[in-house]
């Protein structure tokens, strides 16, 4: 069964830092691009940093220079490193693929960034 689970989130100051995980049970994960997601409340769903079969990365700008997406196929896992963390980062952060078709979403991982 194709199963997506998310972790790492929590409450943390502004300034402050957290490391999401997300462990994907997908056959053939490494090559497919992959994807970290948030939804705030009120918001759609934004892509906010991906990363390639081979590894390379890309962000949207909003957390460019502050997140850092990486991944380890011989886990099937994918990770966000979130430094630097804001209000505005607060949201419900999902992994999925980068691309369609999505594979069956998780129930993400709630971060909450307030003083």
């Known amino acids: 069964q194709v199963q997506i689970v998310e972790s790492g989130g929590g409450l943390v100051q502004p300034g402050g830092s957290l490391r999401l995980s997300c462990a994907a049970s997908i056959n053939l994960f490494s090559y497919y691009d992959m994807g970290w997601y948030r939804q705030a409340p009120g918001k759609q769903r934004e892509l906010v940093a991906g990363i390639t079969s081979r590894g390379t990365t890309n962000y949207t700008d909003a957390v460019k220079g502050r997140f850092t997406i990486s991944r380890d196929n011989a886990k099937r896992a994918v990770y966000l490193q979130m430094n630097s963390l804001k209000p505005e980062d607060t949201a419900v952060y999902y992994c999925?693929?980068?691309?369609?078709?999505?594979?069956?979403w998780g129930q993400g991982t709630q971060v909450t960034v307030s003083s």
């Open positions: 999925n693929r980068k691309w369609a078709p999505y594979i069956s």
